[in-house]
């Protein structure tokens, strides 16, 4: 199931969460694949570390080649590369996506990518979409083409605040473009069990009945240590909590 990792809030955890999950079920022996819509390729810089994509196939070139009136059909599959982790892929990064976006808009591009992930579902088990921290045409894009969200949370006000707007975004996409798509749920981020702040906060969100997934991914400064080595935590340190916390969560979603 193609599933898209959103906010529109920058620094709440989105590709950390998609390549950790995207990690854990290349591991379990799923063939994963992960699609980093953001220009700023963290997602990409994660898991592949050095390994520049200069020369090497990207998303940007997937979307270019959706403007081309070429003959040739270029499979999707042309745009993805191998990570140094067995079974897990990438559909490369690029600044590039910055500049075709308003070209892709006037060209009504929007529902390519579901079109892309409808043959590549035949290759991957796994798909996870991460997403730039804004409401734009890659974001609408992955919520068109994905059949799961999850949306991290970080227990920040600002952020319980823009959720409100984001669900309402989503549910927009839903009736609009996408009716097969379900909100998985909202997944806690960098969660302090002993602060008075997270605790209420998360409370709070329950209590209006939003599904707020557990468990909560709990704050660590192991992750820095994972993003510096570009090696997510299930490589890292498998014994790890918050690894551990990853794979519950992973287990939650596969269900």
């Given at each position: 199931?193609?599933?898209?990792?959103?906010?529109q809030?920058?620094?709440?955890?989105?590709?950390?969460?998609?390549?950790n999950?995207?990690?854990?079920?290349?591991?379990?022996?799923?063939?994963?694949?992960?699609?980093?819509?953001?220009p700023?390729?963290?997602?990409?810089?994660?898991?592949?570390?050095?390994q520049?994509a200069?020369g090497?196939?990207t998303?940007?070139?997937?979307?270019?080649?959706t403007?081309?009136?070429?003959?040739?059909?270029?499979?999707p599959?042309?745009?993805?590369?191998?990570?140094?982790?067995?079974?897990?892929?990438?559909?490369?990064?690029?600044?590039?996506?910055?500049?075709?976006?308003?070209?892709?808009?006037?060209r009504?591009?929007?529902y390519?990518?579901?079109?892309a992930?409808?043959?590549l579902?035949?290759?991957?088990?796994?798909?996870?979409?991460?997403?730039?921290?804004?409401?734009?045409f890659?974001?609408?894009?992955?919520?068109?083409a994905?059949r799961?969200?999850?949306?991290?949370?970080?227990?920040?006000d600002?952020?319980?605040?823009?959720?409100?707007?984001?669900?309402?975004?989503?549910?927009?996409?839903?009736?609009?473009?996408n009716?097969?798509?379900?909100?998985?749920?909202i997944?806690?981020?960098?969660?302090?069990?002993?602060?008075?702040?997270?605790?209420?906060?998360v409370?709070?969100?329950?209590?209006?009945?939003?599904?707020?997934?557990?468990?909560?991914?709990?704050?660590?400064i192991?992750?820095?240590?994972?993003?510096?080595?570009?090696?997510?935590?299930?490589?890292?340190?498998?014994?790890?909590k918050?690894?551990?916390?990853?794979?519950?969560?992973?287990?939650?979603?596969?269900?």
């Amino acid at each position: 199931m193609p599933r898209v990792v959103f906010n529109q809030k920058g620094g709440v955890g989105k590709s950390t969460i998609t390549c950790n999950l995207a990690a854990i079920s290349a591991s379990q022996g799923l063939r994963t694949l992960v699609i980093d819509l953001d220009p700023q390729g963290n997602s990409s810089a994660y898991l592949m570390g050095g390994q520049a994509a200069e020369g090497q196939p990207t998303v940007a070139g997937f979307f270019e080649n959706t403007l081309s009136y070429s003959l040739r059909t270029v499979a999707p599959s042309e745009f993805i590369v191998a990570t140094p982790h067995e079974g897990l892929d990438l559909m490369h990064s690029s600044p590039a996506l910055d500049e075709m976006q308003a070209k892709l808009e006037s060209r009504h591009k929007i529902y390519k990518l579901r079109e892309a992930l409808a043959q590549l579902a035949q290759d991957y088990d796994r798909i996870y979409i991460d997403t730039p921290p804004a409401l734009n045409f890659y974001t609408r894009s992955a919520l068109i083409a994905a059949r799961g969200c999850l949306i991290p949370f970080d227990c920040d006000d600002f952020s319980r605040k823009a959720l409100y707007t984001l669900l309402e975004n989503v549910q927009e996409i839903q009736a609009d473009h996408n009716a097969e798509l379900v909100v998985e749920g909202i997944v806690v981020n960098q969660f302090q069990p002993r602060a008075n702040l997270p605790q209420r906060m998360v409370n709070e969100l329950i209590a209006e009945g939003l599904p707020v997934l557990q468990p909560y991914l709990p704050s660590s400064i192991k992750i820095r240590e994972s993003h510096e080595q570009s090696l997510p935590m299930i490589y890292l340190d498998p014994g790890h909590k918050l690894t551990q916390a990853f794979v519950a969560l992973h287990g939650v979603l596969a269900r």
